[in-house]
């Protein structure tokens, strides 16, 4: 059974940096593809951080830059550091195990990010 508990949300204001946490059961974060998204009110939930089993890292357009999701192989537990963080930034996180054919196959609970302006 996988299971992915996120930590690390808050609130902070306009320019700051969070880290985000996930730690992974019953999946291998070093052999599975991993992601963050994120939900706004009103709007779909959506992939911002991508890891791929051999590492390489993709972003939306809208975090690229400002983003960076990394993973500890060790601790099975796969991170979002968020820098320069913006009002529109602000939404619940969640965390992702994502298939070989790029779809989410399963999400965390989510973790609430609010970004003051």
């Known amino acids: 059974q996988v299971q992915l508990v996120e930590s690390g949300g808050g609130l902070v204001q306009e320019g700051g940096s969070l880290r985000l946490s996930c730690a992974a059961s019953g999946i291998i974060i070093s052999v599975n593809p991993m992601g963050w998204g994120r939900q706004a009110p009103g709007k779909q939930r959506e992939l911002v951080a991508h890891?791929?089993?051999?590492?390489?890292?993709n972003y939306a357009d809208s975090v690229k830059g400002r983003f960076t999701i990394t993973r500890d192989n060790a601790k099975n537990t796969v991170f979002l550091q968020m820098n320069s963080l913006k009002p529109e930034d602000t939404a619940v996180y969640y965390c992702a195990a994502v298939d070989r054919a790029g779809r989410v196959s399963h999400w965390g609970q989510g973790t609430q990010v609010t970004v003051s302006s």
């Open positions: 890891i791929a089993s051999g590492g390489i890292t």
